[in-house]
Every structure is written in structure tokens, then in C-alpha cells.
């Protein structure tokens, strides 16, 4: 489909507000993380959208670190989360803010809304402001403290402020309307006690806005045109528009929220809180494990800016929620990398074979292509000899319909190299297969042999004893067992066996290369080479494998 034709509701909104002239024509967005944990790929779906909607537009995009909860937050994830959206490949360029560099702004604004009796100072504790709330069929009921004077009301939020009142003993809320239909327009808390450090502004401060005051102000204090959240924020929007009513923008301009269904995939968790417990429970290796939906989890398992941006081209924005199958996902990994990476030979659970009728001592040079696909990417040399490594599984003894791959007495072609065959059998006294004991047909070298075009069924990849490389190979499988609900103990779908560690042999080439590089390993797979790797232990993670799943069901 034509992109230009088919602009998504998020633009549609713009182009009417750039038609009606509503803010200059200007579009300014944000992407408004809390630091209190890791980025997912849920937030990478709000990035690219955010960031990529301002290109387009040829508009700005600030980083904002909505720093509000002092006891969570902490400057480990405001770091890595500059990492990340930098990786994913957008700039925020001079536009980095912090939410507590308003603090002194949001205290002043309340002020305002207390002397215009919008506001009020409350000793309901929590819990009673939460039974006075009133339920979906029911008002709400008014605070006994509702009716307090602007004077007392200044009083009482000065010594808040000044420290004179312990957790949850006062907060200010807004008054609104106790019987609105809508909850969150029920007198919502606008500032709580809090006496924490905050990572930036130290002991400051000992009352903290809530998200709900505090955003709509962000947005209006760095002249964001559009503010775009997820879904569970509608219900939300009158009072993200209350909250800017006494606001006094020099333009007269206010944002606008819109928002758009948060991304749901198939068997991975996508909520901080949960990311988190699955860290501190030790279910993975930490934040940037390698089957965390992280975006530092998924950089470290291979997947590239690249292909999570087509990824999020590709769903798109929608107005209702979804899941959206992990194999899409795959495919946009396959795509990036199909043409782009080096294609190498690895056995990743090896069964050695001995080459009977190879001279002994004997060597030779065989010619690959670096990709088949990709001639540019040039060829390799890779050398033979009499004792090579195959794929246990690329053998059966008694081999079943269809195996087309070796079996006692059947030959098979391993790829760029001879014709093998079959003739003998070795294994140990537990009868586990130690080796095989093959003959080669010496005209059926790849490329040169007189015999070179005999066809045979089965061709396998294979790598030389002699110069073969150890490898530690890390496949991974699903972190959840099922798609999580939302609702239920998450922690009972945990896979057990999401990473399977192999002790695999490599081609010589693979040790040329270092950390992050990438490549597919003929019929298993992309890798790439993890960050656990040592001057004499080489580790890669399996990215990606290469049944690919999505085309199939785009086939059906
Ligand atoms: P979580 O629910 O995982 O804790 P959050 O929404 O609390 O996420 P924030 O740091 O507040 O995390 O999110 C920053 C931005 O990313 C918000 O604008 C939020 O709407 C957006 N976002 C979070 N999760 C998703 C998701 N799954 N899909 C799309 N956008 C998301
Ligand atoms: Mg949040």
C-alpha cells in the first residue's frame, strides 16, 4: 500500500490541525519515559511513532524523563534509556528535559489553582479518599475537608512543602466534580508527600506532583502540539485538559491528547513491573538478558534498529488493542539480515566423521560464497580434511520416510566439498554414536570434480576437526509458555526451557570476527557474537532461526 495514501488517525489529526491553523503549523512531540526500569519494545513502538511522526512532519521530538516518583526512579535507567533511543536510531538533539526541572513551575501553577478554588488540601487518608471515591454506579461523596478557605488551603500547602507532614498525612486535590461520570474527574490527588531523595533534585523537594497534573503541564511548558499516549489514558483526557485550563500559553496554545493501542506481542511480557520481577527474581540474567523483550535484551540477542523500525512500520497505529504475533517480528529480523551478513558454517552439535579414503595428513582448499544471495559480500576459502564434524541430527541409523540426510550405507554432499558415504558405525559403551566412518568420491568435488554435478538428495553443512573453532551456542525459545493475559500469576507461564546452551564447532572464518557481529549460520540460523565472549571462549546467541513462520501464514 502507498504510504503517502494511507496516512494513520494520528495524522489525519495533524493534518486537521494544521488546516485549522491550531498551532502554527508546528508538530512537537515527545516521548515522555519514567526511569524506573527499562525500555521495552512496547516503548519502541511509542519512539518511532513519536519521533517518526515529527519527520515527517518536519517537526521536533524532546526526550522527557517524567521524574515524579522519587522512590523508584534512578539515573541507571535514565541512562540506558538515552541508549536506546539513540540506537533506534533517533536524536533528540538539544531537546533532553526532566520532568523535576518543572518542579518550582508545577508548585507555583497549584498555588494558582488554590487561589481560584480549584484546589484543596485533604487529611483523608488513601484509603478513605478511595471509599469516598464512589464506584462506576455510583457519585462519589465530598470530603469533609472540601470546603476548606483559599487562606487555609495556602497555609496548610506551604507546610506540606516546608515538611511539616508525614507520608499520605495531607494531599492536594483538585475540585472537580464528585459525581462526574467520569472517576478520574472525582476530585483526583494533584500533589502528595513524599520525603525521598530524588535523583536529581536531592532533598528539595518533599511533595511530588502526580502523573496526571504533572504531564499535561510538561507538554505545555515545552510547547508539545501533540501528545501521544496509549489507550488507558482516555479516560484520562478531560482532566489532562483541566488541569490546562488556567494555563497561559504566550500563543494561547494547549496540546492535545491522542491515543493510540499500546503493543501487545505474542508470548512476551511487556510491562516494566513484571520485566522487573523477572530480574530480581533471577529468571533471567538481568535486564539486557537476551530473551528480555528489552530493547537492551533484544540489542544484545542480535535484532537490529533496522528491522524494529520495520517492524513498527508494519503494525502500524490502530484505536483498539491487539497482539501481534512474534513471528512478524522474526521476519523483520530475517529481512534486515539476509543480504547484509555473511553466511558461515557452524555445527552446533557435533558428530565427528572420519574420511577413510582421504589421504592422511592431507589438506585442501575449498571455494564458498559469503552469501549466495549477495555476491558483493565476495567468497572464502574454507579448508577439508580426512576428519570432519557433521549435525548429530543430520544422521539416523535407521533413518525414517523422507530423511534424506546421511544414514548407514547413503550418501549425502556436504556443501562446497565432496560426495561422503556411510560405511561404518562407532559408538561407545553406552551405545551413544561417537563417530562415523565415511568414504568420499574423490570426482565429486564442488565446482571442479568430473563427478561435480552428481545428484544426490541431501546436502550438509560440515566443518573441518582440524582448524574448527569451539563455540559456545546459546539458542533461545520463548520466555512465556503463552501469551500473558494481563491477569493471572505470569510467573507460572515462564518457560523452563527458553535457553539451551550447545557446545558447538565453527569454521575457521568465525574468529575473525567480535562482539555484535552478525551472520547466519547455513541451515540454523542468525547469530551473533555476545558480549560474554573471551580472548579464548567464543559465545554466540542464536538471533533468529530460519523457518520462517510469518511467510507461511501469510501463504494460508
Ligand atoms: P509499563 O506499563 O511497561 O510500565 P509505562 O507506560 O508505565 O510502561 P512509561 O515510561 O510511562 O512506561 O512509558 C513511556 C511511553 O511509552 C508512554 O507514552 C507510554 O504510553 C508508551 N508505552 C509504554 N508501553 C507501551 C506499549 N506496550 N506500546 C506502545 N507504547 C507504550
Ligand atoms: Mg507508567
Given at each position: ?176 466534580d464528585m459525581a462526574s461520570p467520569n472517576i478520574n474527574m472525582r476530585d483526583p490527588v494533584l500533589y502528595r508527600i513524599v520525603h525521598a531523595v530524588h535523583h536529581r533534585t536531592g532533598n528539595k523537594w518533599c511533595i ?46 494547549k496540546p492535545r491528547q491522542i491515543e493510540f493501542a499500546r503493543l501487545n506481542i505474542t508470548q512476551m511480557v511487556m510491562s516494566k513491573r513484571k520485566l522487573r520481577l523477572l530480574v530480581e527474581k533471577g529468571i533471567v ?272
Amino acid at each position: 500500500m502507498d504510504q503517502e495514501l494511507t496516512k494513520n488517525f494520528i495524522e489525519n489529526f495533524i493534518d486537521e490541525d494544521n488546516e485549522a491553523n491550531t498551532y502554527g503549523r508546528r508538530v512537537h512531540t515527545r516521548f515522555p519515559p519514567e526511569p524506573n526500569g527499562y525500555l521495552h519494545i512496547g516503548h519502541a513502538k511509542s519512539i518511532c511513532l513519536n519521533f517518526g511522526i515529527a519527520q515527517k512532519y518536519g517537526g521536533m521530538t524532546n526526550l522527557r524523563f517524567d521524574d515524579t516518583n522519587p522512590t523508584k526512579e534512578g539515573v541507571e535507567y535514565v541512562n540506558a534509556i538515552k541508549k536506546d533511543v539513540e540506537w533506534l536510531g533517533f536524536s533528540w538533539d538539544d531537546r533532553l528535559f526532566f520532568a523535576s526541572d518543572y518542579f518550582d513551575i508545577f508548585y507555583d501553577y497549584a498555588v494558582k489553582l488554590i487561589k481560584l478554588g480549584k484546589a484543596y488540601v485533604d487529611d483523608l487518608t488513601g484509603d478513605q479518599i478511595r471509599e469516598y471515591r464512589g464506584t462506576f454506579n455510583e457519585p462519589g461523596k465530598e470530603s469533609p475537608f472540601r470546603n476548606r478557605s483559599v487562606e487555609e488551603n495556602l497555609r496548610l500547602f506551604t507546610e506540606m512543602k516546608e515538611g511539616k507532614y508525614k507520608d499520605g498525612e495531607k494531599v492536594l486535590r483538585a475540585k472537580i466534580d464528585m459525581a462526574s461520570p467520569n472517576i478520574n474527574m472525582r476530585d483526583p490527588v494533584l500533589y502528595r508527600i513524599v520525603h525521598a531523595v530524588h535523583h536529581r533534585t536531592g532533598n528539595k523537594w518533599c511533595i511530588y506532583p502526580i502523573y496526571d497534573f504533572a504531564h499535561p503541564l510538561e507538554d505545555a511548558i515545552e510547547r508539545v502540539t501533540h501528545s501521544i499516549c496509549t489507550l488507558e489514558f482516555e479516560d484520562h483526557r478531560p482532566l489532562y485538559n483541566w488541569c490546562l485550563e488556567e494555563w497561559e500559553d504566550p500563543q494561547g496554545q494547549k496540546p492535545r491528547q491522542i491515543e493510540f493501542a499500546r503493543l501487545n506481542i505474542t508470548q512476551m511480557v511487556m510491562s516494566k513491573r513484571k520485566l522487573r520481577l523477572l530480574v530480581e527474581k533471577g529468571i533471567v540474567s538481568g535486564w539486557d538478558d537476551p530473551r528480555m523483550p528489552t530493547i537492551a535484551g533484544i540489542r544484545r540477542r542480535g535484532y537490529t534498529p533496522a528491522a524494529i523500525r520495520d517492524f513498527c512500520e508494519r503494525i502500524g497505529v490502530a484505536k483498539a488493542d491487539s497482539t501481534v504475533d512474534a513471528a512478524l517480528l522474526e521476519y523483520c529480523i530475517r529481512e534486515d539480515l539476509k543480504l547484509k551478513m555473511p553466511r558461515l558454517m557452524t555445527v552446533i552439535d557435533p558428530l565427528k566423521v572420519v574420511i577413510t579414503n582421504y589421504p592422511e595428513g592431507g589438506t585442501e582448499l575449498m571455494e564458498a560464497d559469503n552469501n549466495q544471495e549477495n555476491e558483493a559480500l565476495g567468497k572464502r576459502k574454507i579448508s577439508f580434511s580426512r576428519t570432519i564434524y557433521i549435525e548429530r541430527n543430520d544422521f539416523m541409523e535407521r533413518p525414517v520416510k523422507k530423511f534424506f540426510r546421511l544414514a548407514p550405507g547413503k550418501e549425502v554432499r556436504l556443501k562446497y566439498a565432496y560426495i561422503i558415504k556411510c560405511e561404518e558405525v562407532i559408538k561407545d559403551e553406552s551405545g551413544r554414536i561417537t563417530e562415523l566412518r565415511c568414504t568420499y568420491d574423490p570426482e565429486s568435488r564442488s565446482g571442479s570434480g568430473a563427478n561435480a554435478d552428481r545428484k544426490v538428495k541431501g546436502t550438509l553443512h560440515w566443518v573441518n576437526a582440524a582448524d574448527a573453532v569451539d563455540v559456545e551456542v546459546r539458542l533461545y525459545d520463548s520466555l512465556l509458555l503463552d501469551t500473558d493475559s494481563g491477569d493471572g500469576d505470569f510467573l507460572a507461564q515462564v518457560n523452563p526451557k527458553s535457553l539451551a546452551v550447545c557446545h558447538g564447532k565453527a569454521e575457521r572464518a568465525l574468529a575473525a570476527y567480535g562482539i555484535g557481529d552478525k551472520f547466519q549460520f547455513l541451515r540454523q540460523g542468525y547469530f551473533v557474537i555476545d558480549e560474554d565472549t573471551t580472548e579464548d571462549h567464543l559465545v554466540v546467541n542464536r538471533i533468529v532461526g530460519l523457518r520462517d513462520t510469518w511467510a507461511k501464514m501469510q501463504k494460508k
